[in-house]
Nanobody, 120 residues
């Protein structure tokens, strides 16, 4: 079970952090990721992190602005979002997959989304 939190309203150029708490064991081969879905658009990959090594991967649209991290002791994954743009407005979802992937269909556990709104 995954539970995301931290969404809200922020002005363009601002920052926001999201957090996702996972229950149960997370295997080192697993990845924890963030996806987002804007109104009228398809869900898209944002970032993911390998649980065992901490290796991170980002969508080009957020690279350099967003940082994904994990706390293995607390079973949490976070997404720090800087220099936010109006086009970052979306519902953000955390998810878990058994192996590395950028495809949402490969993620078998999803949390309820949290809304991020960036005003211009």
């Amino acid at each position: 079970q995954l539970q995301a939190s931290g969404g809200g309203l922020v002005q363009a150029g601002g920052s926001l952090s999201l957090s996702c708490a996972a229950s149960g064991r997370i295997f080192s081969s697993s990845v924890m990721g963030w996806f987002r879905q804007a109104p009228g658009r398809e869900r898209e990959f944002v970032a993911t992190i390998r649980w065992g090594t901490g290796t991170t991967y980002y969508a080009d649209s957020v690279k350099g602005r967003f940082t994904i991290s994990r706390d293995s002791a607390k079973n949490t994954v976070s997404l720090r979002m800087n220099s936010l743009k109006p086009e970052d407005t979306a519902i953000y979802y955390c998810a878990k997959a058994r192996y590395y992937s950028r495809e949402g269909s490969e993620y078998d556990y999803w949390g309820l989304g949290t809304l991020v709104t960036v005003s211009s």
